[in-house]
């Protein structure tokens, strides 16, 4: 359930529905997601869903991981690597590990204080190390380590926090989900030197990003 060829079904996939970023597809590839959820879960962590990861939340869909590595990926010069990306909202750490080795540094911010211990030992197990974690509130970005090249939201605000906005780069783009449930815009923000670039990528499902930490 978890061999080399229920992988590349899931990265055929994926490829069908127009993930067509390469280094995107082969990290899919690469990620052993059945490490990220429950040993019960295991057999179905290739398949194309969100599961419960414990604490009421839940490991994302890999087709939405994929799709916004590649919303960032494709928002930024490609000649310029990404050297500082922050996240928020790290849960279990799958889209932290696909896109590690595709930038320098990630800065990942989570509101669950245990979620965010257990995910800090995984990715250290597997051996990833150019993370940093920091339990919070992620709305309010990383101030200390601002301005970041990319910026990825993996929960829904009702509208864009303004520090996220304030912390991006010139060039930068931040990937968010934003709206109420059962009504949300995956937007990508991009801050050019006249100003930001707003486009709307596609109607998307998330959990909402709350307030505070948990
Ligand atoms: N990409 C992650 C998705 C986790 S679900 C994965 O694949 O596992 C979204 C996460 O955002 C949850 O863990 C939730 O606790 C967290 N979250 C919600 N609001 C937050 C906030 N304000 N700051 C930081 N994390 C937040």
Redesign the pocket.
């Known amino acids: 359930m978890t061999s080399a060829r229920t992988r590349e079904r899931l990265v055929q996939r994926l490829a069908g529905h127009g993930i067509s970023n390469l280094q995107v597809l082969d990290r899919v590839r690469s990620v052993p997601r059945h490490l990220f959820v429950d040993e019960a879960l295991q057999s179905r962590a290739y398949e194309d869903s969100a599961l419960p990861?414990g604490?009421g939340?839940?490991?994302?869909q890999p087709y939405i991981?994929a799709l916004m590595s590649q919303a960032l990926l494709d928002g930024v010069d490609p000649s310029q690597p990404l050297l500082k990306v922050l996240e928020?909202?790290?849960?279990?750490?799958?889209?932290t590990a696909i896109l590690s080795p595709l930038v320098r540094q990630i800065f990942s911010?989570?509101?669950?204080r245990h979620?965010m211990g257990d995910t800090r030992t995984r990715l250290a197990q597997l051996g990833y190390q150019n993370i940093r974690f920091r339990h919070?509130?992620?709305?309010q970005g990383w101030p200390g380590q601002a301005p970041f090249d990319g910026i990825l939201v993996?929960?829904a605000p009702a509208g864009i926090p303004q520090p996220l906005i304030d912390q991006l780069a010139v060039g930068g783009c931040l990937i968010i989900p934003v709206g109420p449930v059962g009504s949300q815009e995956l937007m990508r923000v991009t801050r050019t030197e006249q100003g930001l670039e707003q486009e709307n990528l596609c109607c998307v499902s998330f959990?909402p990003?709350?307030?505070g930490t948990?």
């Open positions: 990861i604490h939340q839940t490991i994302s991981v928020v909202g790290t849960g279990c750490g799958y889209q911010i989570e509101r669950i979620l919070g509130d992620g709305m993996a929960a959990v990003l709350l307030e948990g």
